[in-house]
């Protein structure tokens, strides 16, 4: 079935387009939430006024995504999770569960399709990245660690593991516990800015 892309339709075209679509899809799918009419010959003489209408909303969506990228590029999540002593996970972090944490702290539904590549399967911080309708593309920092440490610790040590060019996840799950702290200590440590030592007042002439 032909039809006119009223709005930007992933894998499908870009708002004004005419496109051949699976009848279904056409009309349980796109027609229903007004993405798209039936590409009669009517809607085709009307075609240019569609394009217009398209493009300013194509506009106003492009507005709202750039400041959706820049809450997503803000963002920590962070995932508590078991793992094996080579801190290889029992299960996985999901693009599923990563989409609906980002619904949570944003209020936006993301297709999981569109978040990551693959699921994660290992302790340590990634810059997962989401692919937003207008093709912006936003990374979302996960912080994937043992449920039993403090979620802010395992960021530094999993920072420190980097700098040492160690892979995270064996560095992390080679650490006791109170190893763990001492190293998320002096990371911590490392991060706060030194004071500037104050200027001494002149000597009075």
């Not at 679509?21 to 003489?45: D, E, S």
């Not at 706060?192 to 000597?203: L, Q, S």
């Amino acid at each position: 079935m032909k039809v006119i892309l009223l709005e930007d339709v992933y894998n499908q075209g870009v708002a004004g387009d005419v496109v051949d679509v699976a009848p279904g899809f056409a009309r349980n799918y796109l027609i229903p939430k007004q993405l798209a009419v039936k590409a009669t010959p009517g809607a085709l003489k009307q075609l240019e006024t569609l394009r217009a209408n398209a493009a300013k909303r194509r506009a106003e969506l492009e507005g709202r995504m750039e400041q959706v990228a820049q809450q997503i590029e803000g963002l920590t999540l962070y995932f508590p999770v078991k793992a094996s002593e080579r801190g290889k996970l029992f299960g996985s972090v999901t693009t599923q569960e990563i989409a609906e944490r980002l619904k949570e702290e944003i209020g936006l539904e993301i297709d999981p399709r569109r978040v990551g590549d693959n699921p994660l399967r290992e302790l340590g911080k990634f810059d997962v990245p989401v692919r937003l309708e207008t093709g912006l593309v936003a990374n979302v920092r996960v912080v994937v660690h043992r449920d039993d440490v403090d979620p802010r610790q395992a960021e530094l040590v999993h920072a420190e593991a980097e700098a040492q060019g160690e892979d995270v996840a064996e560095f992390a799950a080679t650490l006791s516990e109170e190893e763990f702290a001492e190293v998320a200590e002096e990371a911590a440590a490392d991060e706060t800015p030194a004071e500037e030592p104050a200027e001494e007042p002149a000597e009075e002439a």
